[in-house]
């Protein structure tokens, strides 16, 4: 498959200069021939709100608001799957694929509601090029932060078939001045096709904190959200993220372009069960980068990886404060290879360097 990232710095409630600048780093990246494009959590809400009422104006119902519509006609664009992480005010009896839209209010512009008697999910969504809801999952494990304001997920954790786009033919993606400007109908695209079943992925969803046990009170040995993953035989996990870090902000800005290290292994800690696995699963970390009021500082550091074998194959990686599109192809050589033995019962690593195979595009 051929996968990104698309790391950058949201500002806290400014949704249509995140947009915006989303649309930027695209436009400047090669984004020819993907299969799935995926960003982090509250992408364009921001993630550090204090209260219900501080995240109330960005809210977005079910499906409708201004980050699906962004992701449907990306994903229309780059003929490609989309994920993107968002502040859900839930419309109740919704059904996920099969319901095709969802009417909204003039300009697809949020419904008025009463917001005290609904309930509020972190989210992510996945759609396809044709504009169909293929996945929507709500963060089951929720942060502090996140407890001000939305609830645990009904029905927990998610695993679902997502098409291989790259099984089939590809158009070539366009620009948003092309997207707007053409005249060519829309043609069906590989999703509306007549199914194969080896054309599809079981793939995981989680959001962030769901990596790390409930609330932080569960054993570190549980690993709820990877033991799904393995009982549920999904080949690619999908991660939006809004991973914290407790870096100086010195540190964020003169060495942007350097992973934040104890982030990554901190990670693949938490995935330790699909390291050990004697299959092979490929896992995408999309976080944020950047900075909320000087207290919420983030990670950066996505990656795609497969984990299995005993062995963590990093395809691409980039820096704790870098923006811009991370792009793998996950048939070619991995980027560096971390193994893991046992030594007295205690797990240690080593890594392996190869030729870099991921392509980085930074933003300014």
Not at 18 to 31: C, H, K, M, P, V
Not at 240 to 267: I, N, Q, V
Request: proline fraction near 5%.
């Amino acid at each position: 498959m051929r996968i990104a990232c698309l790391q950058f710095s949201p500002q806290l409630g400014k949704v249509e200069e995140n947009i915006a600048r989303a649309n930027f780093l695209l436009e400047r990246a090669d984004t020819s021939n993907l299969d799935l494009l995926v960003l982090p959590e509250l992408a364009f809400s921001g993630y550090n709100f204090p209260s219900l009422s501080a995240i109330k104006p960005f809210l977005e119902v079910t499906a409708i608001g201004p980050s699906t519509c962004w992701a449907k006609s990306t994903a229309e664009r780059l003929n490609c799957l989309v994920s993107i992480g968002y502040p859900e005010d839930s419309i109740e009896n919704v059904s996920f694929p099969q319901r095709e839209s969802i009417e909204s209010g003039p300009n697809n512009n949020f419904i008025s509601r009463n917001y005290s008697a609904t309930k509020h999910y972190n989210s992510t969504i996945t759609v396809s090029p044709d504009g169909r809801v293929i996945a929507h999952y709500r963060k089951t494990h929720l942060y502090y932060t996140d407890e001000t304001w939305a609830q645990e997920s009904p029905t927990g954790w998610l695993t679902t078939s997502l098409p291989l786009l790259s099984s089939r033919p590809k158009s070539p993606a366009r620009s948003t001045r092309q997207l707007l400007t053409s005249t060519t109908p829309r043609l069906a695209s590989a999703a509306t096709s007549t199914k194969d079943p080896s054309d599809e992925v079981a793939t995981a969803f989680g959001i962030c904190m769901d990596l790390n046990s409930y609330k932080f009170e569960a054993e570190w040995n549980k690993f709820e959200f990877v033991t799904h993953v393995l009982a549920s035989s999904a080949k690619l996990v999908i991660c939006s993220m809004a991973w914290l870090t407790h870096l100086p902000l010195a540190d964020l800005r003169c060495r942007s372009k350097e992973p934040d290290l104890g982030t990554l292994t901190y990670w693949i800690s938490r995935l330790q069960p699909l390291v050990y696995a004697n299959v092979a699963t490929v896992v995408a970390l999309a976080n944020r980068c950047g900075v909320e009021e000087e207290d919420a500082r983030y990670a950066g550091t996505s990656v795609v990886m497969e984990l299995g074998h005993g062995k963590a194959r990093i395809w691409g990686l980039m820096g704790r404060g870098e923006e811009g599109l991370l792009k793998v192809d996950t048939s070619m050589e991995a980027r560096q290879v971390l193994r893991w033995e046992k030594v007295n019962g205690e797990e240690s690593g080593h890594s392996t360097t190869n030729e870099p195979e991921g392509k980085t595009q930074q933003g300014e």
